[in-house]
C-alpha cells in the first residue's frame, strides 16, 4: 500500500507539534503494513462517502479513504470526545 496526502492535510500536518508529528509517523508505518495494527483502531467512519477513522494518539484521529493500493489522507484533527 502507499499513502498519498490532500492539501487539507498537508496543512493541518505542518501544525501540529513535532511530537505529534513523529506520532502520526509512526502510526502511518502501521497503516502501511497493516490496516488492523491494534494501535491504530482504525474503523470505518462514513459508510456513505467510504471515510475511515484512525487513532493518532488519545486525543487526535486522521481520517482517510482507501483507492485500490492507495490510502488517500484526508485529515489530521482533535478527537471530538
Do not use: C
Not at 456513505?48 to 487513532?55: K, L
Not at 494518539?57 to 489522507?73: H, K, N, S
Amino acid at each position: 500500500m502507499t499513502a498519498s496526502f490532500t492539501l487539507r492535510f498537508r496543512k493541518q500536518y505542518r501544525r501540529l507539534s513535532s511530537e505529534r508529528q513523529a506520532k502520526f509517523d509512526k502510526q502511518l508505518t502501521f497503516l502501511l503494513s497493516n490496516l488492523r495494527h491494534p494501535s491504530l483502531r482504525a474503523k470505518k467512519f462514513d459508510e456513505t462517502n467510504d471515510i475511515w477513522q484512525a487513532r493518532v494518539d488519545d486525543d487526535y484521529r486522521f481520517y482517510f479513504q482507501i483507492d485500490g493500493e492507495t490510502y488517500l489522507l484526508l485529515s489530521i484533527i482533535p478527537h471530538p470526545k
